[in-house]
T-cell receptor, first 113, second 112 residues
């Protein structure tokens, strides 16, 4: 199954709160997991990425947690700010004879001031 | 380094027409992938080009085609446009196959 399931579809968080977006996959041929942030009218921008041999990666207020056995990974945005309001996509790279990126369906985050 | 550029940014066409979209990758990037983004379907993979050859293709009809030039620039063409082709078409480039992809701003196509 070349699918990545992303939840929730939308999220509203107060300023200063923690935003958590989850993704799950089934295929063990996925071996690289980037997250993208997309503002209206713009293309997705790479936010942070992780490989499955690492359980956590942090860059500033953004952290990816990775659970290889559960085939789940999540994005945590600490101290969420109104400027973080955007759509977030998780992705997984399928590597089995070829390369292909599969994207989650996106989470629309709104951070209230 | 300049990012991925896509032209045109906006396009309005009518059913039955054809359209060509252009993508210039980041300098030094040799792989270009195309995606269709719609509110209902998210990002759907169209195809990937590397060294002027199509390496991978998504589940789209043959009306969708593309090519890559020797300078890694890529074009995608959609013939016999349908209303359902209205979408944001995104191009992403990477240094090599499978490496991290960097997206352009997209071309928003509206089919009337």
């Amino acid at each position: 199954q070349q699918q990545v399931k992303q939840s929730p579809q939308s999220l509203i968080v107060q300023k200063g709160g923690i935003s958590i977006i989850n993704c799950a996959y089934e295929n063990t041929a996925f071996d690289y997991f980037p997250w993208y942030q997309q503002f209206p009218g713009k293309g997705p921008a790479l936010l942070i990425a992780i490989r499955p041999d690492v359980s956590e990666k942090k860059e500033g207020r953004f952290t990816i947690s990775f659970n290889k056995s559960a085939k789940q990974f999540s994005l945590h945005i600490m101290d969420s700010q109104p400027g973080d309001s955007a759509t977030y996509f998780c992705a997984a790279r399928f590597t089995s004879g070829t390369y292909k990126y599969i994207f989650g369906t996106g989470t629309r985050l709104k951070v209230l001031a | 380094k300049a990012g991925v550029t896509q032209t045109p940014r906006y396009l309005i066409k009518t059913r039955g027409q054809q359209v060509t979209l252009s993508c210039s990758p980041i300098s030094g990037h040799r792989s270009v992938s195309w995606y269709q983004q719609t509110p209902g379907q998210g990002l759907q993979f169209l195809f990937e080009y590397f060294s002027e050859t199509q390496r991978n293709k998504g589940n789209f009809p043959g009306r969708f085609s593309g090519r890559q030039f020797s300078n890694s620039r890529s074009e995608m063409n959609v013939s016999t446009l349908e209303l359902g082709d209205s979408a944001l078409y995104l191009c992403a480039s990477s240094p090599g196959r499978g490496e991290t992809q960097y997206f352009g701003p997209g071309t928003r196509l509206l089919v009337l």
